[in-house]
């Protein structure tokens, strides 16, 4: 690449995109790269005020943007995505597919501190639609040194995982049972059963039906047992998750042997929620505050649930960061900062 007056640079190959920009009305590509210069484009290059342009000479040890950037891209890209065409040194990562949305965001950042390459991503585990982008991947000047574009290349390559990728959601056989004394009795009307059939429905949830129980330990941890044995892959428990001395939910999923990852996230509102394993089985005891809020740390764990993932107590612990819900009068979640942390 070599820099030249307009004046003499008739005859030579423009090495990179020029663009016009009218504000506030029009931005097009006056001159692609590629572009051989002819002696009628002097003037026109001087109204989009350049008097001088990089030309390509070809160079062993430096590599042109949109080939770096389309290298790049297809190292990060994992399965479930797609990549654009290159643009001004620009390629776009697409989802393949619904999905949840993942990022190593340890390799990114180391990525992003080699210099001249950049990639920006939506959050890790985000829950994405097909066809949305997801990521950019740029390269910053026109041309980028061959020991850097393999330096980031071979951090994309790192095992185990791909640097970035969306998991598709799995039709999981979803069991509901509905606890409270109250509602068995028919003294209040049931507000949970509508409410997780609309949570898990954009998942694929397959539901094997709900059933209403009193605040008993035994009879709550019996239907717990039932369900994992009848072939559910998730249980929601619902109800009966304070400290209360009636609400006795939480007592009743450990009665069932489940292994408990966490009672008390730190996240608001949902801190009371519980997550538990019996085998394989996730037993989510979810608080009643999930009929009032619109969003909740239900809405963090379910996605990764439905992608497959087995949550640990170090992933809640996480959720801290960014684990405080802003109860705006008008809810843009997920295009918000809940649930958004740079740790995980």
Known sequence: MRKVPVGDAVGMTICHDITRI????????EFRRGDVITPGDINRLRLLGK????????????IHEDEAALRLARHAAGPGLAWSEPNQGKVVLIAQHDGLFKVQVDRL????????????????????????????????PLT???????EAEKICCRPPEHLLSVKPFLSLWTGVVITGTEVYSGRIQDGFGSLLRR????????MMGQVIVPDSVEVIAEEIRYLVSDGAELILVTGGM????????????RATGA???FYGAPVLPGSMFMLAYRGHVPVCGVPAGALFHKVTILDLILPRIFAGERIEREDIILMGHGG???DCPVCHYPNCTFGKTTSV
């Open 242 to 253: 304070s400290v209360d001395p009636d609400d006795v939910t939480p007592m009743a999923i």
């Open 259 to 261: 292994e408990v990852v």
């Open 324 to 326: 405080l819900c802003q």
């Open 199 to 206: 949570k898990t429905a954009p998942f694929g949830a397959r």
């Open 109 to 140: 950042n180391m990525i992003n501190r080699i210099g001249d390459l950049a990639i920006a991503t939506l959050h890790n585990n985000r829950v994405v639609k097909k066809g949305e982008v997801v990521a950019g991947v740029k390269a910053i």
């Open 22 to 29: 009218i504000p506030g009305e029009k931005k097009s590509r």
């Open 144 to 150: 980028v040194h061959r020991s850097k574009l393999d």
């Open 51 to 62: 008097e001088s342009v990089y030309v390509w000479e070809p160079d062993s040890e430096h």
